[in-house]
């Protein structure tokens, strides 16, 4: 390993962080590259620096810009956890002095993620495009009437979704937006996308798990309010009427450093406080079913 890029959320905690770890690597003879994720305008490195490694310090979002940033070729990304939730860096601060040396002699072990290639074509010709590690989501602005977007998928099918938006989830998203939209849990390295409605106008209208390999195309029919396609919930582009929206597997996956190895339901459990019995404290573990009422 030669030179590492640090990414690190733009506050106290994390640009202190950086800088110690910064000294640590170059000390042992490595190049390094620092950016804030909340920089305007992304700097350019070195003509010559191709980072072996990018260390993220923040949270989920300073790794999903990382992962934009950095992830296209699949260069490795390690996840500090400096944040609130964690589920994709979920390293403690803690914990990573005392990791760094493995890493760095290639001791760890790497989980591949589906990341989305999202475009957008306007008139035959692409003007946009972007790369999602969670999902790409379209809805409306601020009115409040309902949207049809007619999706198209190879060897699927075509059916139109009256709704709020639709989601396009990677496994590794489905515990983000999607959840929170009704949509299922899937399994972070199973290689598939979720197509989940926001307040479909039809109770009928339920989310579908995909293969990977089915492109996803979707236009929103004929419109006269604002309408975004936002990724990642980072980067938000404006729609005009009969923009196609393209969402397919991105190759390479996405590389990020898993130590120590994780059990995914353990995950859940810590996180989410998933599949806890309902009448325990998640807190205390004490019973609640025979605690005093009160007012």
């Known amino acids: 390993m030669r030179q590492v890029a640090i990414v690190y959320k733009d506050d106290e905690r994390s640009a202190d962080l950086a800088s110690r770890a910064a000294h640590i690597l ?13 920089a305007a ?17 923040g ?15 699949g260069i490795p990304i390690f996840g500090v956890n400096l944040g609130h939730l964690g589920f994709l860096a979920e390293t403690d601060p803690g914990h990573f002095t005392s990791l760094w040396r493995d890493i760095l ?21 692409e003007v946009n495009r972007a790369l999602a590690l969670n999902d790409a989501v379209v809805n409306k602005g601020a009115l409040s009437r309902i949207i049809t977007i007619n999706v198209d998928v190879r060897e699927f099918g075509h059916w139109s979704i009256r709704a709020d938006g639709v989601i396009i989830s990677t496994p590794t998203g489905s515990t983000a937006y ?14 598939a996308m979720i197509v989940t409605p926001i307040c479909p106008f039809t109770l009928t209208s339920r989310p579908v798990i995909l293969p990977a390999s089915f492109p996803v195309e979707m236009t929103v029919q004929g419109h ?35 130590t120590p190895p994780r059990n995914f339901i353990d995950v859940l459990r810590h996180k989410l406080t998933w599949a806890l019995p309902v009448f325990l404290s998640p807190a205390h573990g004490a019973s609640l079913r025979n605690a005093p009422f009160t007012t």
């Open 26 to 38: 170059r000390e042992s003879g490595l190049g390094i590259w620092m950016e804030c994720s909340c």
């Open 41 to 57: 305008h992304r700097g350019e490195p070195p003509q010559n620096f191709q980072p072996d490694l990018v260390i993220s310090l």
């Open 59 to 73: 949270g989920d979002g300073t790794l999903l810009y990382a992962a934009r940033a950095w992830g296209l070729t």
């Open 105 to 125: 002699h290639g001791r760890y072990r790497v989980e591949k993620r589906m990341a989305l290639a999202v475009t957008v074509s306007r008139k035959g010709q």
């Open 178 to 191: 999607n959840l929170s939209a009704g949509g299922p849990v899937v399994y972070p390295t199973i290689p």
């Open 224 to 258: 006269d309010q604002e309408i975004h396609l936002t990724v990642d919930g980072q980067v938000s582009i404006p729609l005009a009427s009969d923009d196609i929206i393209t969402v397919k597997a991105h190759e390479p996956a996405i590389s990020l450093i898993v």
